[in-house]
């Protein structure tokens, strides 16, 4: 950490100071033709604006490797402006230090370029014949302190265009001459050093490992574009291409290095890290990327173009850039962050959209493409659980066409309850990441509370339309029964009561006429006492007298002792004795009743069976038989299920009809005994 920042401390002054002082003399100061400042704007301005950036934020050798590289790049450039401007220094005594300066420092900017190359993106390299390598790289630096002892005459930097041939060099020590040739043939010429740092770095990209492969190939490629551009602009013409691809390749650096810490986590910065750091000076790099691709065409330029073109060129690039501008920044910001602008307007947009939705299967739709919309997936479906759990084999809302396996899925919990699950494809784009996972599990958490009232709400009408149902086949059940009893009495009862008032009118008139006799009367008696006794069966069929007198079991079995086939009546001791309330009793004993009627006129059973039992606050009926079965059940509007179905739901119980093993059928009916509110069974 101290290392770093006080490297940033002493290279920062040094680079920054240099390259204004090339800007200001070649720009401003000695403006007249050709100013030169391709290189200092294009070249060493984004190296340098990166490699002190990269101090800030990693201290990883390659970070060291690349500010060393700028700033040196930045003294050699401005040693080489104050040669030109001031030719006249040549001639002072010590001017053989201060090219001994500029030697130093582009010794300095090669070897730390190629060390970087060679060891990035860690500065750290797995053989130890490449680390050998590399530390060779490093003694071209030693070029100026050995011309300055060993060569008679000043060595100059070769781009500067004077040679230094006539001009002595009063430090070099007499005894040490016949080492000059040896110094220029073996550590001034930079060849050697080349080809050792791109002989290691094309090493580690074609027979790395595969790791080290994909971190370093985007930067072999950009420093292979670079070494074309170099070799052409140095060997061929001036031509305007040479330097487009020279500088783009120079800008190009900093740009594949960033990628490398995006993408692979190059110098040391942690996954953790990359977001912090990026958003602290994601703008400046930007504005520095902006501007020089703004001043570019002009500074290449300068000598073609007036001074109104360069500016009319500069501010039509400046507008016309300014949408690339937007782009690399919302780039930045997705690289780094993930999606995570589109996530928030995700989890924003959730609430309005899940409240616009009524319907369960719109609701399920839009939330479907909103969490494909947030997490750019491919697809998305949702399955709704029913409530034993499992999930329907169809799902309710789909977007995006289905395709594969799902890459990531959520369940849709509420409480203690599996409402459904959320299944997301493939995403367009890479993986899924821990923050985009988390995301889902914050829709699915929240989403599920929407399904859950909508499916609350679907329920609650579904019992709704059944109630309503129930009551329609409740007063129509009551109508049926009315009329039964109207003509009960109409064709029984009233008939018998005609027939006696007949009978007593023919009785009233012999008795004036003294023809009555007592068996006439007797007959009349007769018919009177069958009358009652109709009476009495038809109150009978309505509510049995021993249903009130000796309770449930005892009145069921009276009513099933001439069942026409084999019954088995059970019932518990405690069964036997307790009374339930009365429309619990009459409910279970018209149960009963109409179970065993089914039973005898459907099933063609040859043995049947009551079952009374208590459970958990209910009274648990079973009736049983071995007969055909009911087979695949169909709910009717009307029959006997229905009406039990009726009678049982008014009482807020359960009815549950299925087969037998090998056959027969059982009817389950629960009926709650304990009320809750009331204090009583």
């Not at 390598?133 to 008679?152: D, E, F, K, N, Q």
Request: proline share 5%; with cysteine.
């Amino acid at each position: 950490m101290l290392r770093r920042w006080g490297l940033l401390a002493a290279l920062a002054p040094i680079g920054v100071a240099s390259l204004l002082y090339v800007v200001i003399v070649r720009g401003f100061v000695d403006s007249a033709g050709d100013h030169h400042l391709g290189w200092p704007l294009l070249g060493v301005l984004p190296t340098l604006v990166f490699g002190l950036w990269l101090l800030t934020v990693s201290s990883a050798r390659s970070a060291v490797f690349i500010a060393v590289a700028a700033t040196s790049m930045a003294v050699g450039s401005a040693c080489e402006t104050i040669v030109l401007t001031n030719v006249g220094l040549i001639q002072e005594p010590w001017f053989p230090l201060f090219s001994m300066i500029g030697l130093t420092a582009d010794a300095v900017s090669t070897a730390a370029f190629l060390a970087m190359f060679a060891t990035y993106p860690t500065g750290t390299l797995e053989r130890r014949w490449q680390r050998i390598a590399v530390a060779l790289i490093w003694v071209p630096v030693a070029v100026g302190p050995l011309t300055l002892l060993t060569t008679p005459h000043v060595v100059m930097q070769p781009y500067i265009g004077i040679s230094g041939d006539a001009l002595p060099n009063q430090f070099a020590l007499p005894w040490l001459e016949w080492a000059a040739p040896a110094v220029h043939y073996l550590i001034h010429q930079p060849w050697p050093s080349v080809v050792l740092g791109l002989g290691v770095l094309y090493s580690r990209a074609i027979f790395g490992d595969p790791e080290v492969r994909a971190r370093m190939r985007v930067m072999t490629w950009v420093v292979t574009v670079s070494l074309v551009g170099f070799v052409l602009w140095t060997v061929t013409p001036p031509v305007w291409i040479t330097s487009v691809v020279v500088f783009a390749s120079l800008i190009a650096m900093p740009l594949a290095a960033i990628h490398g810490i995006f993408r692979y986590g190059a110098f040391d910065i942690a996954p953790g890290d990359r977001a912090r750091f990026v958003a602290r000076s994601s703008s400046l790099l930007i504005t520095v990327l902006y501007g020089i691709g703004v001043a570019t065409p002009a500074v290449l330029l300068a000598d073609r173009l007036p001074v109104v073109g360069a500016v009319l060129l500069t501010t039509l690039l400046a507008v016309c850039l300014l949408p690339v501008r937007g782009w690399l920044q919302r780039w930045i910001h997705r690289t780094v962050f993930g999606d995570r602008d589109r996530q928030l307007s995700l989890l924003s947009e959730l609430g309005s959209r899940l409240e616009q939705s009524v319907e369960p299967g719109d609701l399920l739709t839009r939330l479907a493409t909103a969490v494909r919309d947030g997490l750019d997936a491919s697809w998305v479906r949702i399955f709704l659980a029913g409530p034993d759990g499992k999930l329907a084999p169809a799902p309710v809302g789909v977007a995006g066409d289905v395709k594969g396996e799902a890459a990531a899925s959520c369940d849709l919990d509420r409480a203690d309850e599996k409402l459904g699950r959320i299944e997301v494809g493939p995403r367009r784009r890479g993986d899924y990441s821990e923050a985009e996972n988390a995301l889902l599990r914050t829709v699915a958490a929240q989403a599920a509370a929407a399904v859950a009232n909508v499916r609350l709400s679907a329920q609650l009408a579904q019992q709704l339309e059944d109630l309503t149902e129930s009551r329609e086949r409740l007063v129509a059940a009551q109508d049926d029964e009315r009329k039964r009893l109207e003509r009960d009495l109409h064709d029984g009862i009233q008939q018998n009561v005609v027939a006696q008032i007949a009978g007593l009118r023919l009785a009233r008139n012999r008795l004036h006429r003294g023809e009555l006799t007592a068996d006439e009367l007797a007959g009349l008696q007769e018919q009177a006492r069958e009358t009652l006794t109709d009476l009495r069966e038809l109150a009978h069929g309505i509510h049995p007298p021993v249903l009130s007198d000796n309770g449930l079991v005892a009145a069921i079995e009276s009513s099933v002792s001439r069942f026409p086939i084999p019954l088995r009546m059970e019932a518990e001791g405690a069964i036997r004795a307790e009374r339930f309330p009365e429309d619990v009793e009459t409910t279970a004993y018209y149960v009963v009743r109409e179970a065993l009627a089914n039973t005898a006129k459907h099933a063609g059973a040859a043995h049947a069976s009551v079952e009374l039992a208590r459970n958990n606050g209910s009274l648990r009926i079973v009736i049983s038989d071995d007969g055909c079965g009911i087979g695949t059940l169909v709910p009717r509007p009307r029959g006997g299920l229905a009406n039990i179905r009726d009678r049982v739901a008014a009482l807020r119980g359960t009815v549950d009809v299925f087969g037998n093993e090998p056959s027969g059928t059982t009817v389950l009916v629960q009926l709650p005994v304990e009320r809750k509110g009331t204090g009583h069974e």
